[in-house]
């Protein structure tokens, strides 16, 4: 299993970024996907995820602001995010959840570290005042 994640890079507050995570060596369409963060002194935070049927999840903090897809044709996940502020500024990364086709009877119990099995080498993102 290989994730790769990239796209982020250094933005304004209020501007937006786009990142990538590209999945290889399994079956990318049977798997949901999950981002998380983490900044300098702090534990990884989750951010949301997309289930493997396209359902979508996402952290308080995040919400409205920040959507994730993906694309199964091209074993890609997706991270839009908008209206960026300096608190977003982190390491972003994606993860592959560890059982396939799994579904959460409540959203919130896939927001774990746990429940996901490989992660991306993480995408750093900052955002400026």
């Known amino acids: 299993v290989q994730l790769q994640a990239s796209g982020g890079g250094l933005v304004q507050a209020g501007g937006s970024l786009r990142l990538s995570c590209a999945a290889s060596g399994y079956g990318f369409n049977r798997y949901g996907m999950g981002w998380f963060r983490q900044a300098p002194g702090k534990e990884r935070e989750f951010v949301g995820r997309?289930?493997?049927?396209?359902?979508?999840y996402y952290a308080d903090a995040v919400k409205g602001r920040f959507t994730i897809s993906r694309d199964n044709a091209k074993n890609t996940v997706y991270l839009e995010m908008n209206n960026l502020a300096p608190e977003d500024t982190a390491v972003y990364y994606c993860?592959?959840?560890?059982?396939?086709?799994?579904?959460?009877?409540?959203?919130?119990?896939?927001?774990?570290?746990?429940?996901?099995?490989?992660w991306g080498q993480g995408t750093q993102v900052t955002v400026s005042s």
């Open positions: 997309i289930s493997w049927r396209g359902r979508t």
């Open positions: 993860a592959k959840d560890r059982r396939p086709e799994h579904g959460y009877s409540r959203p919130e119990l896939g927001a774990g570290v746990q429940e996901y099995g490989s």
